[in-house]
């Protein structure tokens, strides 16, 4: 069975760094990626890496926001350096299977920007 396992989430201040990992288990996939949504908004893209270690960022996070994976291919870290106020949301991974054939959704984990 594959599950798809987020942590790390959290209260922080503004500034202080934090880092969301994606356990993934039975299973690689070509693409991981983060999403967030925050309360009254839609879901939207913040990171991706392929496994061939290609990144992709969201222009909102871009500078601030990194994405990695192990060498197993079977996790996935955000880290989140100088987060603002503005970033607070729930944060989900989405494993994405190679040739297209379908993703998987973790539960998410809360972070909290708060002074």
């Known amino acids: 069975q594959v599950r798809v396992v987020e942590s790390g989430g959290g209260v922080v201040q503004p500034g202080e760094s934090l880092t969301l990992t994606c356990k993934v288990h039975?299973?690689?996939?070509?693409?991981m990626a983060w999403y967030r949504q925050a309360p009254g908004k839609e879901r939207e893209f913040v990171a991706s890496?392929?496994?061939?270690?290609?990144?992709t960022l969201a222009d909102s996070v871009k500078g601030r926001f990194t994405i990695s994976r192990n060498g197993a291919q079977n996790a996935a870290y955000l880290h989140m350096n100088s987060p603002e106020p503005g970033d607070t949301a729930t944060y989900y991974c989405?494993?994405?299977?190679?040739?297209?054939?379908?993703?998987?959704w973790g539960q998410g984990t809360q972070v909290t920007v708060s002074s």
């Open positions: 989405n494993g994405q299977l190679f040739h297209a054939r379908g993703d998987f």
């Open positions: 039975n299973r690689i996939f070509y693409i």
């Open positions: 890496m392929n496994t061939g270690g290609q990144a």
